[in-house]
């Protein structure tokens, strides 16, 4: 079976771009989750997504951070315009039935803004 | 909230057996406990959760005691392809973020 699948692996831009991820979740997966990880704070939770309604952004950094849903098997996270200090690993999981089921990760999209 | 405390790193022999305990004194009534194993450069990865006393798979054994304010994450025998950040995460399906919150995590150094 096809795990969450993420795509670009890695994506090298200049501040004040747009930046878009995309992530296609397990099928048959309810909940949907972008996380990005830093050395300094680690891993973080930036939004979710149940039933392909966001449930809980309060983790998005700012306006310039943008995530939807417009089915179940797709979703993107958009930054623009993109700042260095964006730069992270910016994960995508999903999970069957509830917020608190074990997710599923995708391998990640590396993000540096120069 | 159940916050975590995990211990930052820990350190141990191939074949030895590994304990890492995970405190959260705030532990409500719906919650459980998941934990997660992260390879560099990969995504976490799940390995367990239980909710009381026992819990075994093929990798792991998750120990929680009647009070369930800790659990302690077992690897039997590790190896070097052990050598991870572990995560502990509490929550229940009603908790919403709290339930994604990762935490510092244990970083598990085996030698050889």
């Known amino acids: 079976d096809a795990g969450v699948i993420q795509s670009p692996r890695h994506e090298v831009t200049e501040m004040g771009q747009e930046v878009t991820l995309r992530c296609k979740p397990i099928?048959?997966?309810?909940?949907l989750f972008w996380y990005r990880q830093t050395m300094m704070r680690g891993l973080e939770l930036l939004i979710y997504?149940?039933?392909?309604?966001?449930?809980?952004d309060s983790g998005m950094p700012e306006d310039r951070f943008s995530a939807k849903m417009p089915n179940a098997s797709f979703s993107t996270l958009k930054i623009q315009p993109s700042e260095p200090r964006d730069s992270a690993v910016y994960f995508c999981?999903?999970?069957?039935?509830?917020?608190?089921?074990?997710?599923?990760f995708g391998d990640g999209t590396r993000l540096s803004i120069l | 909230l159940a916050k975590t405390t995990q211990p930052i790193s820990m350190d141990s022999y191939e074949g030895q057996e590994v304990n890492i305990t995970c405190s959260h004194n705030?532990?409500?009534?719906?919650?459980?406990i998941t934990w997660y194993q992260q390879f560099p450069s990969q995504g976490p990865r799940f390995i367990i959760q239980?909710?009381?006393t026992k819990v075994t798979n093929e990798v792991a054994s998750l120990f929680i005691p009647a009070d369930r304010k800790s659990s302690t994450l077992s690897l039997p025998r590790v190896s070097l392809s052990d050598t991870a950040v572990y995560y502990c995460?509490?929550?229940?399906?009603?908790?919403?973020?709290?339930?994604?919150?990762f935490g510092s995590g244990t970083r598990l150094q085996v030698q050889p």
């Open positions: 999981a999903s999970s069957p039935t509830a917020s608190n089921q074990p997710q599923h």
């Open positions: 099928s048959g997966h309810d909940y």
């Open positions: 997504f149940n039933n392909n309604v966001p449930i809980d």
């Open positions: 705030n532990i409500a009534t719906n919650d459980y």
């Open positions: 239980g909710y009381k």
């Open positions: 995460l509490v929550g229940g399906s009603d908790t919403g973020r709290r339930a994604l919150t």
